[in-house]
């Protein structure tokens, strides 16, 4: 009998709780609490005070409010990140940030404008 191990991916805001898969396309508004994950498409809005991951190969066409934000996937729209914006190699954004703390790897494509706020917003 095969057993595929999954390994849950821990953040600082505890285990990754929701994936939206590679093959999962959702449209509308995403609200959450718990740690998220975007591995296929998404259309619309997030607005949130959770964790959000954006994997590699993902593509979120949305503007997102979220506390941490990490980018390995293609977002075009903009991004608030009130506590934290990370964008990893793979990372893509076609927007505006906000974020009061802002950290880029080396070969982000990033097109927009930064603005850095102070602690977390309302």
């Given amino acids: 009998m095969n057993k595929k191990t999954t390994q849950s991916l821990v953040t600082e ?8 898969g590679k ?16 591995s296929g498409e998404f259309t619309g809005d997030i607005v949130s005070e959770g964790f959000l991951i954006i994997s590699e190969g993902a593509k979120v066409k949305a503007n997102i409010k979220a506390s941490t934000v990490i980018v390995g996937g293609t977002i075009i729209g903009n991004v608030t990140a009130t506590v934290r ?18 950290q880029i790897a080396d070969g982000v494509v990033f097109d927009g404008n930064c603005e850095m706020i102070s602690g977390e917003e309302p």
Avoid at 88 to 96: A, D, E, M, Y
């Fill in 13 to 20: 805001h505890g285990v990754i709780s929701t994936v939206l």
């Fill in 23 to 38: 093959e999962t396309a959702f449209n509308g508004t995403l609200s959450f609490k718990k740690p998220l994950q975007i």
């Fill in 85 to 102: 914006l990370e964008m990893l190699t793979s990372g893509k954004v076609q927007g505006n940030i906000r974020t009061a703390k802002l």
